[in-house]
């Protein structure tokens, strides 16, 4: 029968070499910035965060320069989930295709847009990222 350990009794060798191993994966997945639960690559507390996400606007701007929301909810159905590809357009390849399809159906819509503007926290501090133009129909 074993004896239990003692303060005087230092830990087994599978003890040491599964500490070991567990400091070693933590290390690891940090230095080569993996998230793989339960380790971290430290990103959860390592980034900056305010009261409010950043906010993206779609707008369609008229002839007469007047800037006016995009109507997703008036569109076709295939366009009323497009806000989620808002944030798309702050990647360093946006897709620009996608602006010029929103501009068309706009425009099928009847709507009088010459352009679609995208802004990044058009509430706060206002932030053109992306216009497309379009030649009249």
Known sequence: MRRPAT?????????????VAFLLAFLVTGAADVEAWPLSGWKLFSRLRTGAPP?????????????????FAEL???YR???????????????LGVCK??????????????????????????RLVHQCEGSAP
Not at 7 to 19: A, I, K, N, S
Not at 84 to 91: K, N, Q
Not at 101 to 126: C, N
């Open 7 to 19: 303060p005087d009794t230092p830990p087994g060798t599978v003890r040491r070499t599964l500490v």
């Open 55 to 71: 906010a993206w606007a779609a707008v369609m701007v008229d002839h007469e320069g007047h800037e006016r929301a995009v109507p």
């Open 76 to 78: 076709p159905r295939g």
């Open 81 to 95: 989930g497009a806000l989620h590809l808002l944030p798309e357009f702050g990647r360093p390849t946006p897709p």
């Open 101 to 126: 399809t929103w501009l068309t159906a706009v425009r099928r819509e009847a709507y009088d847009a010459t352009a679609i503007r995208i802004y990044r926290d058009p509430s706060r501090r206002r």
